[in-house]
Antibody
Framework: QVQLVESGGGLVKPGGSLRLSCAAS????????MSWIRQAPGKGLEWVSYIDSSGSNIYYADSVKGRFTISRDNAKNSVFLQMNSLRAEDTAVYYCARVLAGGPSGLPDYWGQGTLVTVSS | EIVMTQSPATLSVSPGERATLSCRAS??????LAWYQQKPGQAPRLLIY???TRATGIPARFSGSGSGTEFTLTISSLQSEDFAVYYCQQYNNWPPAWTFGQGTKVEIK
């Protein structure tokens, strides 16, 4: 069965950095686009970033552009999110999700359980 | 940015009753609309995509309808495990710029 397991969250000071990882199993990872989506405490869902199957095409939400970097390692069945210059408003649970083909950009079908990032001094 | 607006914010329903949730897009998203269920402390689960196609393993009591800017999720007979928050999401953009509604909480009446 499809499994996505995030790690790397934690408490970081404003301006600091964190690197999130997501380990995938149960499907052919290199065939799928992947994405990160976040949810601030008690709030709704916000799309963060998106990477195609080869890692060649990458997109970001305006709120994180220039600060976050998505990447993947198909040999290790993993996707990553490098987060720099963190702000209090980046505090959220970060989910990685597999992208199901459909429409212009696909949609997230399977989601990991999430990892909590807290930005606070 | 396509803004997704869900109504109502909270829906109080008795077990066994029908629940109808609405989602409106600020511009047409064709049928590129998905619904998710989220329970406390859990990740969202895909219920419906393409506005009306049930995802793998989703019970038939969940159905979706609509196209363009107006969409509906119907739960025909609420079970105890259906009390949760439901989100709609559009995926009609390229490059991707997914947006989600603010959620509808379905609670026990």
């Amino acid at each position: 069965q499809v499994q996505l397991v995030e790690s790397g969250g934690g408490l970081v000071k404003p301006g600091g950095s964190l690197r999130l990882s997501c380990a995938a199993s149960g499907f052919t990872f290199s065939d799928y686009y992947m994405s990160w989506i976040r949810q601030a405490p008690g709030k709704g869902l916000e799309w963060v970033s998106y990477i195609d199957s080869s890692g060649s095409n990458i997109y970001y939400a305006d709120s994180v552009k220039g600060r976050f970097t998505i990447s993947r390692d198909n040999a290790k069945n993993s996707v990553f999110l490098q987060m720099n210059s963190l702000r209090a408003e980046d505090t959220a649970v970060y989910y990685c999700a597999r992208v199901l083909a459909g429409g212009p950009s696909g949609l997230p079908d399977y989601w990991g359980q999430g990892t909590l990032v807290t930005v606070s001094s | 940015e396509i803004v997704m607006t869900q109504s109502p914010a909270t829906l109080s329903v008795s077990p066994g009753e029908r629940a109808t949730l609405s989602c409106r897009a600020s511009q047409s998203v064709s049928s590129n609309l998905a619904w998710y269920q989220q329970k406390p402390g859990q990740a969202p689960r895909l219920l419906i995509y393409g506005a009306s196609t049930r995802a793998t393993g989703i019970p038939a009591r969940f159905s979706g309808s609509g196209s363009g800017t107006e969409f509906t999720l119907t739960i025909s007979s609420l079970q105890s495990e259906d009390f949760a928050v439901y989100y709609c999401q559009q995926y009609n953009n390229w490059p991707p710029a997914w947006t989600f509604g603010q959620g509808t909480k379905v609670e026990i009446k």
